[in-house]
């Protein structure tokens, strides 16, 4: 019974102030309506890739000399190495040079908090993230839908151009390592090939096999 005293108590309290909560929930309506149309519209353009595999990239997998089928999508390390990218400095200059971001975000890059701002915006319009299928996705907020689409486009090139520019900088200094090998056994049998030469001309042995047939005889 004091439960349903207290449910017409505020029923009779809700009806006594209905008009000021009805002009109130309005005026809510109203503002946010306004709010949300003086707020600039951002159009969000994306963009999604696999990391491709390196072995791509080596000559028996290109040509099909390989004894093992080629992988054709990277490992989580190849995933991980492209994430870095989209999240790396080089990006971020990469983007502000070429779509003049300074200008297109009104930011002076003669301040002293020009750098930092102008990579904060990039980074408030810029996002890269691992999908659960395995892939990486790429998302550029802008008020322009074309420019917005251009920027996710480029960034996932440039990220793809660097990837593999760091791969075959990899291949390069395991070949350099095997070439400088292969030249130091070459020069350790050269070494060989003098001290047998510098041995004959001490010892006269010039055709050794005639010689022990002498011996022998």
Not at 91 to 103: C, E, H, P, R, V
Not at 118 to 138: N, S
């Amino acid at each position: 019974m004091e439960n349903r005293d207290n449910l017409l108590d505020v029923l009779a309290t809700l009806f006594k102030w209905k008009k000021l909560i009805l002009v109130t929930c309005v005026a809510t309506a109203l503002i946010s309506a306004i709010v949300s149309l003086l707020l600039p519209v951002y159009y969000k353009a994306t963009t999604v890739f696999y990391a491709a595999s390196p072995d791509l990239a080596v000559p028996e997998a290109i040509f099909g000399n390989s004894s093992q089928a080629p992988k054709y999508y990277g490992t989580e390390n190849d995933m991980n190495r492209l994430m870095s990218i989209a999240n790396s400095n080089e990006l971020a200059t990469f983007m502000i040079d070429s779509f003049k971001l300074y200008q297109h975000y009104d930011i002076d890059p003669e301040s002293p908090k020009g750098p930092y701002a102008i990579r904060l915006k990039w980074a408030k319009h810029f996002e890269a993230l691992k999908t659960k299928y395995d892939a990486i996705e790429l998302s550029v907020e802008d008020q322009d839908k074309e420019l917005a689409a251009r920027m996710a486009n480029a960034a996932r090139e440039f990220i793809n151009q660097l990837g593999q520019q760091l791969i075959k900088e990899g291949q390069a200094k395991i070949l350099s390592t095997f070439e400088d090998n292969i030249r130091n056994k070459e020069l350790g049998l050269q070494a060989i090939n003098d001290s047998l030469q510098k041995a004959r001309e001490t010892y006269g042995v010039y055709n050794h096999l005639a010689q022990s047939e002498v011996l022998t005889e």
